[in-house]
């Protein structure tokens, strides 16, 4: 009797672990790709109004929708990554963003500028 609950817990404890191993296993193989509307909407948000967003009074080109975002990624990126106080460089008086947000939108554009 002994053996056998021995032996039952041994077995639970394998089924446990290799539980946990798989599924870590599995998130790790299908990282989650970056879209517009989880990772980059609030970034632009956060930094690029009031001057983008014709809702909070901005009349540059409006940067509120996806489709514009998209198209101009490249743009993006090149100004986003210009030093301050160079022509063109964006957000226009404001300080450089940081790697980590310019990142966003590289990434964005690694994963294959997805809308969600
Ligand atoms: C204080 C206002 C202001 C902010 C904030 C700002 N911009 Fe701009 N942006 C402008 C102005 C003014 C222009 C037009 C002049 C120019 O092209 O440099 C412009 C133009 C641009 C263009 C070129 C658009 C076109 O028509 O080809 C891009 C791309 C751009 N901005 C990206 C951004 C991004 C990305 C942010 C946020 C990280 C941002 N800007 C923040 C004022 C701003």
């Known amino acids: 009797m002994k053996k056998i ?13 290799s539980n946990c191993s798989s599924s870590k296993k599995a998130a790790a193989a299908v ?20 001057c983008h967003i014709p809702s909070k009074g901005g009349n540059k080109r409006p940067y509120d929708n ?8 490249d743009e993006i990126i090149r100004r986003i990554e210009l ?11 404001g300080s450089k963003l940081s790697d980590s ?3 966003v939108f590289k990434q ?3 994963d294959g500028l997805l809308e969600k």
């Open 31 to 50: 990282p989650v790709k970056y879209n517009y509307e989880t990772n980059v909407q609030s970034v632009i948000a956060a930094n690029c109004a009031p």
């Open 5 to 17: 609950l021995s032996l039952t817990a041994i077995a639970t404890a394998v089924l446990v672990f």
């Open 66 to 73: 996806f489709a514009n975002v998209k198209s101009d990624i």
């Open 108 to 110: 964005w554009k690694t």
């Open 101 to 103: 947000t310019i990142n």
């Open 83 to 93: 030093a301050p106080g160079t022509r063109g460089f964006m957000p226009m008086r």
